[in-house]
């Protein structure tokens, strides 16, 4: 073995070892602040920590994609042809999200026979007092003797 070989296979190695350091802290990293996360009640924070793991997930992406999928060493082209798509497909997904809201909202301002289930609110029936203890008790009456029917139908 020549020793321009093991060089680069030294190198190899090398770097392969601290492409796995690099994804085991973010990896680490990653899972304390989403079990800090737990315990955190402000929206602000949870949405701040949330934030910093997709930013850290995207990291180990890059990671993975250049060095486990060779990209690192291909032709910018290629790259291109990889990344291009990739922002077009997220921009497709944000354009519908958006899109569907504003269907969602329109929906409800122009027609007039549509409400979303979510805006309905239901009122709390209210106890009527003496008056309404009667109409319930007759009520469960007539249920009583449905209930004593059905049962001597059944023996």
Do not use: C
Request: charged share 25%; glycine share 8%; no cysteine.
């Amino acid at each position: 073995m020549s020793q321009d070989t093991h060089t680069e296979h030294h190198d190899v190695i090398a770097e392969i070892k601290k492409v796995t350091i690099i994804l085991s802290v973010l990896t680490i990293v990653e899972l304390i602040l989403g079990f800090w996360m737990i315990g955190v009640t402000s929206p602000g924070l949870r949405l701040g920590i949330k934030g910093v793991i997709i930013i850290l997930m995207m990291a180990k992406a890059f990671y993975i994609v250049a060095y486990f999928m060779h990209l690192k060493h291909e032709l910018k082209n290629l790259i291109m042809t990889i990344i291009v798509p990739l922002a077009l497909f997220i921009w497709f997904i944000i354009a519908f999200l958006a899109d569907g809201n504003s269907f969602r909202n329109l929906r409800n301002d122009y027609d007039r026979n549509f409400k979303e289930q979510s805006t309905i609110k239901v009122e709390k029936k209210e106890h009527a007092g003496a008056h309404g203890a009667d109409a319930k008790g007759e009520g469960a009456k007539a249920t009583d003797e449905k209930a004593g029917a059905k049962e001597g139908e059944h023996k």
